[in-house]
């Protein structure tokens, strides 16, 4: 058993990376969808959170990027008792800037 939760935690570091390297090339509606899925897929994974909203903010999605933060950090709260990590609520500063956008 020990030997297939390491698998699994293997596999999901190797999809982190995947959708590292994608958002680094500018490729954030093109994973967006897969992003979602691996967000929901594991709910208390707050890379793929991160992730998801990166690629959301990118794609100019800044409401969605926020909610997504929201429910996130609702679900950290709610189900194990803790806020989310620095690294998540760093991503979370610019999805809601203070001052709008310049025209």
Not at 63 to 82: C, K, N, P
Request: with cysteine; proline share 8%.
């Amino acid at each position: 058993m020990l030997t297939s939760a390491l698998y699994e935690e293997h596999r999901l570091r190797a999809r982190e990376l995947l959708f590292d390297a994608e958002l680094s090339a500018g490729h954030h509606a093109k994973v967006l969808a897969e992003l979602y899925d691996a967000h929901i897929s594991n709910p208390l994974r707050e890379r793929f959170c991160e992730q998801l909203m990166i690629a959301l903010y990118r794609s100019g999605r800044q409401a969605d990027a926020l909610d997504t933060y929201r429910r996130m950090w609702q679900r950290l709260s709610e189900e194990i008792g803790v806020l989310p990590s620095p690294s998540l609520r760093s991503v979370e500063q610019p999805s809601c800037p203070t001052t709008p956008p310049s025209p």
